[in-house]
């Protein structure tokens, strides 16, 4: 079985791993940077960082056959503030005639824009290859929970929730707009740009031009990746759109992937969001499939979750002796739970 978790300071070895397989954006391979995150997270969920809206919170997903961490996801309380602006682009479409050429032409243009009291967003999400498209879906878990999550802390998240999905890039990891417009103004490679706009938003808004750009001075190969999303996201896609996320004409200014955002109250996952009591006896039959979380309020690991069978009974849960024993949960404890479909 697995288990969804805050991280703790002692999964930097693991994330390393991670970061060392893959390299993305979600999970550079960077030790000060992953230190960085982990820190901001360990102080969030411990609610030591003062703004509910500065927090940040990772969730590791892990086997606990051997001790593996298998993939992360994240959530970003308040993506934009005064400090650090939320940067995207507005994607427009401005139509042009000549009477005299009798010739009408659409352009798609990108406006950059800036917000200061932005969404939550979720994001960060990651799955080890090797565990990937297996029974266990941890990348459902690992989108899943960060739904739970805000559904158990409405109060600490935005009433919108946006999620930023991967274009298409280059095999090396380049981005194909980074190298048409955003290379050329800053004169930085993609990941030097995203790595440098973890901590510091400021040359974004000093060196990228303020007036609108027309996509039609782009290669056409660089025109079609706008706004869409890669081959490995596709499948983050559907599921967003499944549980009430949609594209709202948007992209990231860096690598022209898009925005996907809903109402927080809209969005399935949340509206079906119960508390119940766990039960005393053990249930080890085919019933109701769940992602199911358990909290307490001191202690280095906050939070823990598991996907597994369950039977409910208005507001009483019976789990697989299993289940209990990882959620280190007794009979009487209250549970958040969301179903896993």
């Known amino acids: 079985m697995l288990v969804l978790r805050d991280v703790q300071k002692t999964d930097l070895p693991g994330l390393k791993r991670l970061a060392a397989v893959l390299n993305t954006v979600n999970l550079p391979n960077n030790e000060e940077t992953l230190e960085a995150i982990i820190d901001k997270s360990v102080k969030s969920f411990a609610g030591k960082v003062k703004d509910p809206f500065e927090r940040e919170y990772l969730f590791v997903l892990e086997d606990v056959r051997n001790s593996l961490i298998i993939g992360t996801s994240m ?3 308040q993506h934009g503030t005064y400090d650090a602006p939320h940067i995207y682009y507005e994607v427009s479409e401005r139509e042009h005639y000549s009477a005299s050429l009798e010739r009408h032409l659409r352009h798609k243009v990108l406006s950059i824009a800036y917000n200061y009291e932005g969404p939550t967003e979720i994001g960060g999400l990651v799955v080890d290859p090797p565990y990937r498209a297996t029974p266990d879906k941890p990348g ?6 960060r739904f739970l999550f805000i559904s158990m802390h409405r109060r ?5 929730v946006l999620a930023e999905l991967l274009p298409p890039l280059l095999p090396d990891g380049r981005s194909l707009l980074w190298e048409a417009c955003g290379k050329k103004f800053t004169g930085l490679t993609y990941l030097e740009a995203d790595r ?3 901590q510091n938003k400021e040359f974004i808004k000093e060196l990228f031009p303020a007036s609108d750009i027309y996509a039609s001075l782009f290669p056409d190969r660089v ?3 706008l706004g869409e999303v890669g081959p490995a996201t596709r499948g983050v896609q559907r599921m967003l759109e499944r549980v009430g996320f949609r594209y709202v004409e948007r992209i990231d200014p860096f690598d022209g992937g898009p925005h996907f955002e809903a109402d927080t109250a809209d969005i399935t996952l949340v509206r079906r969001y119960r508390t119940v009591k766990l039960a005393d006896e053990d249930f080890e039959l085919e019933g109701d499939d769940v992602l199911v979380a358990a909290e307490r309020e001191s202690g280095r690991n906050r939070f823990r979750s598991v996907r597994c069978q369950a039977r409910l009974d ?14 280190e ?10 179903p896993f479909e």
């Open 223 to 225: 025109q079609k990746v």
């Open 140 to 145: 459902k878990q690992l989108s899943f929970v």
């Open 156 to 160: 600490l998240f935005r009433p919108r």
């Open 75 to 77: 959530i970003i309380a």
């Open 196 to 198: 440098l706009s973890r």
């Open 314 to 327: 208005n507001t009483v849960i019976y789990l697989p002796a299993r289940a209990k024993e990882i959620l």
């Open 329 to 338: 949960v007794k009979a009487g404890a209250k549970l958040s739970i969301i």
